[in-house]
């Protein structure tokens, strides 16, 4: 009887445990069960948060500036592509800019005329920032291998060139 009612207990608090909940930026509503907390740029410090619906990316929010409160946010209809993006360019913890992108990834509306957001979604994922790490030590090897082959050879001392005429 003991072991029943231990389980009943266990069954009754697992549902809470994933609870579904809402947040709310610039005026949209996201809901999700999970949060997760990371960081993207390898500092050392949590400046990305992603939130997960029935285990299953739908937004995330990033501390571009180090001020502990996200000042980017995106959300993932369908937990891979975006369809919303939106930043906070003032510091008050609420969007000036917001843009809306249909299922090709175009923009199909903007709040600030000339605003681009930066496409962070490669850093959603270690695999995505490895990468960029990768590509970026490929190029500075290649630039600084071009750089030793453009330079110009040294001129040989006079003394050089009187031992090679005798």
């Known amino acids: 009887m003991r072991y ?54 739908v937004f995330a929010a990033f501390d571009t500036d180090g001020d502990g409160k996200a000042d980017m946010w995106f959300r993932y209809p369908d937990g891979m592509h975006k369809d919303l993006a939106m930043r906070d ?17 175009d923009i199909t509306s903007e709040v600030e005329k000339g605003f681009r957001m930066p496409d962070l979604s490669g850093l959603l994922n270690v695999k995505g920032a490895l990468y960029g790490v990768i590509i970026l030590a490929v190029l500075i090897f290649a630039v600084t291998r071009l750089r030793k082959k453009s330079k110009p050879a040294k001129k040989k001392s006079k003394k050089l060139k009187k031992k090679k005429k005798n």
């Open 89 to 105: 360019t003032n510091g008050n913890g609420r969007p000036e800019n917001i843009l809306e992108y249909d299922e090709a990834g």
């Open 4 to 57: 029943a009612t231990l389980l009943v207990v266990l069954l009754l608090m697992l549902p809470a445990a994933y609870a579904v909940e809402t947040l709310k930026v610039g005026g949209y509503k996201i809901q999700y069960d999970q949060v997760l907390k990371g960081d993207s740029d390898f500092d050392g410090i949590n400046d990305r948060t992603s939130y997960y619906l029935d285990d299953e990316l």
